[in-house]
C-alpha cells in the first residue's frame, strides 16, 4: 500500500501541474490513466461500479464523482481530482482542489481551510481515540470558518478493496464510533462547502454538488496508523 499510495502521489502532482485554463477534464483523464499505466499499475476507479474514467473530475460547485468530458476548464474555477491505483493488489485512493489560473480570494480560502481540515482531522489519528473524534475536529474546524461539511459522503477503509468498513463522517461527537487501531488502514476526506452543505445530483446524473451550487472543496489522504499516531501514504514527503 506504501507503493501504491506513493505512485499515486506521484501522478496527481504531475496532473496538478498541467491543469490551466482550456485544457478538457476528459484530456486529464487521459494522462492520468496513461500515467497511472506507466508505473506498472492500474486505475482504481475505472470501471468501479459502472464508472468510466480514471479520475473523478469536479468543477466548482461540483464535489465528487462527476465524470470527466469535453468541458474546458476556465481561469478562476477550483477543479478537484479524486483517483485511485490498484498495485500488487492493493488500492490506494486521494484526491485535492487545486486553483485554475487566477482565483478569487474566496475560493483561495476555500482550499486553505479544507486542507487545514484534513490536517487536523489527521493529527486526531492514534490508537485509543475513535473516528468520532476525527469528525468532530474537522466539523469545528470548519464550522468555525463559517464553512459547511458534507454529511451525505464520508472517508472509508481501504486495502485489498477499494472502500471497505469503518465509514469515517466528517462530522460526530467525540469518543463516538469505532476504535483506532494500529495497522488500520483507511482514507480521511473532508468536502467543505461556502453555502449550504447539503447536495443534489450534477448535470451528468452520476456525480453530486452543493444543493444551492455554492463552491466546495475536496482533499483526502489515505493512511496506515502506527504505535504512536499514523503515516500518510499518499505523500511524496
Known amino acids: ?24 477534464t476528459k484530456y486529464l483523464d487521459k494522462v492520468a490513466e496513461d500515467l497511472i499505466l506507466k508505473y ?19 468543477i466548482n460547485e461540483e464535489i465528487v464523482h462527476c465524470i470527466p468530458c469535453d468541458r474546458k476548464l476556465k481561469q478562476g474555477d477550483i477543479f478537484s481530482i479524486d483517483m485511485g491505483v490498484l498495485y500488487k493488489g492493493y488500492h490506494s ?42 469528525g468532530n475536529t474537522i466539523q469545528r474546524y470548519v464550522e468555525g470558518q463559517g464553512y459547511g461539511i458534507v ?18 463522517p466528517n462530522y460526530g ?34 456525480g453530486y454538488q452543493t444543493r444551492d451550487n455554492s463552491l466546495c472543496a475536496h482533499f483526502e489522504h489515505m493512511m496506515v496508523v502506527t504505535k504512536t499516531g499514523c503515516q500518510v501514504l499518499t505523500s511524496l514527503k
Not at 1 to 24: D, F, N, Q, Y
Not at 40 to 58: D, L
Open 40 to 58: 506498472g499499475a492500474k486505475p482504481s476507479f475505472k470501471n468501479y461500479e459502472g464508472f468510466p474514467a480514471t479520475i473523478c473530475s469536479c
Open 93 to 134: 485512493d486521494m484526491a485535492v482542489t487545486v486553483p485554475v489560473g487566477k482565483i478569487s480570494p474566496e475560493a483561495q480560502r476555500l482550499i486553505r481551510i479544507t486542507k487545514k481540515a484534513l490536517k487536523r482531522g489527521i493529527k486526531k489519528v492514534r490508537p485509543g481515540n475513535t473516528f468520532g473524534d476525527i
Open 173 to 206: 461527537e467525540r469518543k463516538t464510533g469505532p476504535e483506532i487501531k494500529q495497522g488500520m488502514t483507511f482514507c480521511i476526506e473532508p468536502m467543505v462547502t461556502v453555502g449550504d452543505w447539503r447536495l443534489k445530483k450534477a448535470k451528468d446524473g452520476y
Open 1 to 24: 500500500m506504501r507503493e501504491s499510495g506513493k505512485i499515486l502521489a506521484r501522478v496527481m502532482k504531475e496532473l496538478e501541474e498541467i491543469v490551466k485554463p482550456g485544457i478538457t
Open 151 to 168: 454529511r451525505d459522503l464520508c472517508g472509508h477503509g481501504i486495502g485489498r478493496e477499494l472502500h471497505q468498513d469503518p465509514k469515517i
